[in-house]
């Protein structure tokens, strides 16, 4: 199964400038994580699944203490979290930063990662 995530929006330390580091600013999530659901679809048992509230929630309060300067490290900081679930099989993770560019929406970063199955 694939679970999804949309527009998770929080607030952070994140930049390299002065400005940046005094006053937290809008990031933007968006989230993607596999794991075999089988056993979940058959019991209904919240123990059977990854709990995405769960999760989730140790997202907001890690990034919302957070104070990266750069967007790849927060990214990678997020996606640690969610492949720390023994059950997450596959996620992916983008943040975007909105304004970060004075003729763009937002900067993104994506990234991904996969456990080895053997």
């Known amino acids: 199964m694939i679970v999804r995530i949309k527009n998770l929006r929080l607030r952070t330390i994140i930049g390299i400038f002065d400005w940046e580091r ?7 999530l968006n989230i993607e994580y596999e794991f075999d659901g089988t056993k979940a679809a058959n019991s209904d048992d919240i123990e059977d699944t990854v709990d995405y509230k769960t999760l989730t929630k140790r997202i907001i309060s890690e990034v919302e203490a957070s104070q990266f300067y750069l967007l790849e490290k ?4 997020v996606l640690e979290i969610i492949m720390d679930n ?11 930063k909105p304004q970060a560019l004075r003729f763009a929406d937002s900067v993104s970063i994506g990234i991904s990662a996969k456990k080895d199955h053997e």
């Open 22 to 28: 005094e006053n937290k600013q809008d990031v933007v």
């Open 74 to 77: 927060l990214a990678n900081h």
């Open 86 to 96: 023994e059950k997450v099989q596959r996620a992916f993770v983008e943040i975007d």
